[in-house]
C-alpha cells in the first residue's frame, strides 16, 4: 500500500513539474513596479489596464529627458474607450510621476479620443529614426511611437519638446 501511495505522489509531483511551463504568464509583471503603483495611486478610479497588444508594454525615452518612460494600454472604464498611459520616469527628488493619457476618453494633440483601431504597436529609439525611414521626424525630441492597423493605417506619437504630436506619414 505504501508503494501505492509512494508511486502516486512520485507521478503528481513530476505531472505539476511538467505542466509549470505551460502555465500562462501573469501579464501584471511585465508592467514595472513603479508604473503599476502610479497607476493604482491616480488612474484606477477611471482607467483599466488592457492586454491587447504585445508586447504588452513599451519602454523608451518618449520625451528625451534621459530617463525610462513606460507606456500601457488602457480604457476607460465609464465608456469603454481604448487608449494609452505614457508614465514618465522621474526625476529622484520629484514629487509626482508625469502621466499623458492618449485615446481612453481622452484627446492627445490631434488624436481621437477612441484608439481601438490600434492592432500593432512599436517604439523606434530617436537615434534610429532616419535608419527606420523616418528621417523627417528631426523634430522629435524622443524615441517614437509607431501605431498601426493590420491593414495600412499608420500614425506616429512623439514628443516635440512641449507636448506630444500625431504624425500620419505618407504612403
Known amino acids: 500500500m505504501k508503494i501505492y501511495h509512494l508511486a502516486f505522489l512520485l507521478f503528481f509531483i513530476v505531472q505539476l513539474h511538467a505542466q509549470d511551463r505551460r502555465l500562462i504568464q501573469n501579464p501584471v509583471r511585465d508592467i514595472p513596479r513603479w508604473v503599476r503603483l502610479e497607476f493604482e495611486k491616480k488612474?484606477?478610479?477611471?482607467?483599466?489596464i488592457t492586454y491587447k497588444l504585445y508586447p504588452r508594454v513599451l519602454i523608451g525615452d518618449f520625451n528625451g529627458d534621459g530617463r525610462k518612460d513606460v507606456i500601457i494600454q488602457v480604457t476607460e472604464k465609464r465608456t469603454g474607450k481604448t487608449g494609452f498611459a505614457i508614465?514618465?520616469?522621474?526625476k529622484t527628488q520629484a514629487l509626482f510621476v508625469n502621466i499623458a493619457?492618449?485615446?481612453a476618453g481622452t484627446r492627445l494633440g490631434t488624436s481621437d479620443d477612441n484608439l481601438s483601431w490600434i492592432n500593432?504597436?512599436?517604439?523606434?529609439?530617436?537615434e534610429k529614426l532616419s535608419a527606420a525611414g523616418y528621417a523627417m521626424m528631426n523634430h522629435a525630441k524622443g524615441d517614437v511611437l509607431v501605431f498601426s492597423d493590420r491593414e495600412s493605417r499608420r500614425e506616429l506619437l512623439f514628443w516635440d519638446g512641449k507636448k506630444y504630436e500625431w504624425y500620419t506619414p505618407k504612403h
Open 87 to 90: 508614465f514618465h520616469g522621474k
Open 120 to 126: 500593432l504597436w512599436n517604439c523606434i529609439p530617436h
Open 43 to 48: 488612474l484606477d478610479r477611471d482607467y483599466a
Open 101 to 103: 493619457i492618449a485615446g
